[in-house]
T-cell receptor
């Protein structure tokens, strides 16, 4: 049973518009959520995170929203830029599990100029 | 500051051969992890370590062994490679509950 799901394998948006990437989870023990960005032939890099005690965290063009009752989080990128084209992974962890993170399958974002 | 370094970057093995993937981090992180990524899938945890001399199984440990003899190094071994182990392997480290720092991966093909 996949505990972290990203149901959209791909997303294409126009430069300057908003990109919204979604993630659902099933394990109610998860209390820390992260988004990682991955370019081809590179390792994932940390983008933004949110603790379960918050419902929103913002960092520049990137905002993550958490809806605990729905077990859903989303990443908003505004405005989207061509350099944002990458694979985005949602990850979740339980602070009592040695920091192990469970990853979704990723969403490939393409931002068209 | 190199961060997390993985060697080798690429490797082709024949079925039944063995090899060791090396991960080194220079950030003095306690926790280290080995993940594999298959096409269209997320990262799946193979083994992890919460400190020097300790290791534990992750989600997909079968066919792999690990060792953490020094805090900065985490080795992943394949004793008898199988085609199902064709994948991209990522090492990561973290301190406490900080985000993971990843290496750039090792692309392994088993024929």
């Amino acid at each position: 049973d996949q505990q972290v799901k990203q149901n959209s394998p791909s997303l294409s948006v126009q430069e300057g518009r908003i990109s919204i990437l979604n993630c659902d989870y099933t394990n109610s023990m998860f209390d820390y959520f992260l988004w990682y960005k991955k370019y081809p032939a590179e390792g994932p890099t940390f983008l933004i995170s949110i603790s379960s005690i918050k419902d929103k965290n913002e960092d520049g063009r990137f905002t993550v929203f958490l809806n605990k009752s729905a077990k859903h989080l989303s990443l908003h990128i505004v405005p989207s830029q061509p350099g944002d084209s990458a694979v985005y992974f949602c990850a979740a962890s339980d602070r009592n599990s040695a920091g192990k993170s469970t990853f979704g399958d990723g969403t490939t974002l393409t931002v068209k100029p | 500051n190199a961060g997390v370094t993985q060697t080798p970057k690429f490797r082709v093995l024949k079925t039944g051969q063995s090899m060791t993937l090396l991960c080194a981090q220079d950030m003095n992180h306690e926790y280290m992890y080995w993940y594999r990524q298959d096409p269209g899938m997320g990262l799946r945890l193979i083994h992890y370590s919460v400190g020097e001399g300790t290791t534990a199984k992750g989600e997909v440990p079968d066919g792999y062994n690990v060792s953490r003899l020094k805090k900065q190094n985490f080795l992943l071994g394949l004793e008898s490679a199988a085609p199902s182990q064709t994948s991209v392997y990522f090492c990561a480290s973290r301190q406490g509950h900080s985000p993971l720092h990843f290496g750039n991966g090792t692309r392994l093909t088993v024929t």
